[in-house]
Nanobody, 124 residues
Framework: EVQLVESGGGLVQAGGSLRLSCAAS????????IAWFRQAPGKEREGVAC????????FYADSVKGRFTFSRNNAKNTVYLQMNSLKPEDTAVYYC?????????????????WGQGTQVTVSS
């Protein structure tokens, strides 16, 4: 059974930090690009960051560039999203997703597997 389980969300004040984790199982993790998406109430889903399966190359949305860092540990089948300098507009449910393509993309339709999400709330 394929599983992606996010953790690390919570409530933090503006300017603070959180580290999200996504633990994967049930598929060959090393072969999959992983991405973080977020969705705030009343807004469209946004691709926040992606990391490739091969060379660890990354993509970041302009809204998080310079503040978020995406990394993966293939030995632990886990990815991490370090989020610094958080802003109230970062408030959303954050989802991780897996795609077996060699090319990373922030387009959600490309992703095969999804987690259940973790809530991040940033207070002003």
């Amino acid at each position: 059974e394929v599983q992606l389980v996010e953790s690390g969300g919570g409530l933090v004040q503006a300017g603070g930090s959180l580290r999200l984790s996504c633990a994967a199982s049930g598929f060959t993790f090393d072969d999959y690009a992983i991405a973080w998406f977020r969705q705030a109430p009343g807004k469209e889903r946004e691709g926040v960051a992606c990391i490739s399966s091969s060379d660890g190359s990354t993509f970041y949305a302009d809204s998080v560039k310079g503040r978020f860092t995406f990394s993966r540990n293939n030995a632990k089948n886990t990815v991490y999203l370090q989020m610094n300098s958080l802003k109230p507009e970062d408030t959303a449910v954050y989802y991780c997703a897996a795609d077996d393509s060699a090319v990373i993309t922030p387009k959600g339709s490309r992703y095969d597997y999804w987690g259940q999400g973790t809530q991040v709330t940033v207070s002003s």
